[in-house]
């Protein structure tokens, strides 16, 4: 990513060739991650997405709480904020 400075306390990035192949990259990975198993699953935890209050998670979906650990939806719902994924 390359960092231009405009003025004084402006700085806009660019993403640069490298930046999008690494974007296409984790996009795969973590198009591929539905595809694993819930042993293989565990292991590559950080490419399921993080939850979030007031999102609709289907059954069986996998979800991270942002610390390594990986939870696998058992019933369809929406999410709530009083209703955290560790309670």
Request: aromatic share 10%.
């Amino acid at each position: 990513m390359r960092a231009t400075q405009i003025r004084r306390g402006f700085i806009t990035y660019e993403m640069d060739e490298e930046d999008y192949r690494r974007q296409a990259v984790e996009r795969l990975a973590a198009l591929q991650a539905q595809t694993l198993d819930d042993t293989a699953a565990v292991q590559v935890a950080g490419l399921y997405p993080r939850w979030a209050a007031g999102v609709t998670y289907a059954k069986d979906a996998r979800i991270t709480d942002g610390k390594g650990n990986l939870y696998k939806v058992v019933q369809s719902h929406t999410s709530q904020a009083d209703w955290p994924i560790d309670a």
